[in-house]
């Protein structure tokens, strides 16, 4: 019988821990799986093959600097170039979720790929184009843990997304749209689905203040069951080309319509400090729902901590 080698695969998350690698976590089952020995890495140690993960640029994090003891190092993720993919074997293996204990009981994956809109702030569109294609069961990657967190991009836009709505609804597990929800692909049936998915908060966006969306908003508001604002959660988009006063007026026509606006800054580095401002005002809720006006604002108000 030929003897079959155990590869020393040693694993480096380049962000670090605060958030799970979901393409580390497929790589570490499919490789135990194989009968492989699999860890994180160790500069310690020598492997045979180690996998960098990195998701983001320089804009937000450094890439690894240290050295890597290893006959063979594979990067990938957004962070290293857009065009790198998993093999299919490895995609559609289920998550070694004991890579990451600090968050078990939570399930993470995608159901779908894609998104048409083609946003300028956003690579989604580029990394894996603008048909929108369900890309894997629930079942795939979901076995009974007590939180869902999807990754999908823009579930909406998938033609089949009714299905996959009603799979979420079926769990009777508490689902996060984490990248949140086209509010303009809201219709009276989804709105329905939506309904009967368990969530703690909702998430959608307005990014482009010269398109109106409060129709939109207003339409999801009437179909809607959830009725506490703080369960309706709007990510702003600023510093994008948008003035402080088109900012100022998206925040302010949410929270009239009873949403949750959440201030998010392009490029943080090169926010001007009204921008800053507008951000710590709305983001820290306590002071949000006292100070009503953001000229009264003040950035030293002893209600709470602006700490940037």
Known sequence: MKEVRIIGIGLID???????????????AYHKARGDAVEWYDRKGWYDLVYLSRVFT????????GPVNADC?????????????????????????????QFAGTSYGFLTRGCPRNCGFCIV???????????AELSE????????????????????????LQQLADSRTYVDFTQGLDIRLVTEDNAALLNR?????????????????LPFFRQFDKWSRIRDSRRRRVYVLTNFGSTHEEDL????????LGFDPYVMIY?????????????RWVNNKRIFHTVKDFADYEPNWKGGSHAD
């Open 73 to 101: 190092v594979i990067k990938g993720g957004t962070g290293y170039n857009l065009t790198n993919r998993l093999p299919d074997a490895v995609e559609h293996t289920r998550p070694d979720s004991a890579l990451y204990p």
């Open 14 to 28: 380049v962000y670090g821990h605060n958030w799970p690698n979901l393409c580390l976590m497929k790589l570490s």
């Open 58 to 65: 320089d804009t937000y994090s450094k890439d690894y600097q």
């Open 125 to 135: 569109s580029q990394k894996e184009g603008r048909r929108f294609v369900a890309v």
């Open 249 to 256: 007026y998206r925040v302010e026509a949410l929270r009239s």
């Open 141 to 164: 990657f979901w076995d009974g843990q007590k939180e869902i967190k999807l990754l999908d991009a823009n579930l909406l836009a998938c033609p089949d997304h009714g299905r996959l």
């Open 197 to 213: 998915v368990r969530t703690k908060t909702l998430h959608f966006a307005w990014d482009n203040p010269q398109e109106d969306l």
């Open 267 to 279: 490029e943080r580095p090169s926010a001007p400090p009204e921008t800053r401002r507008l951000q």
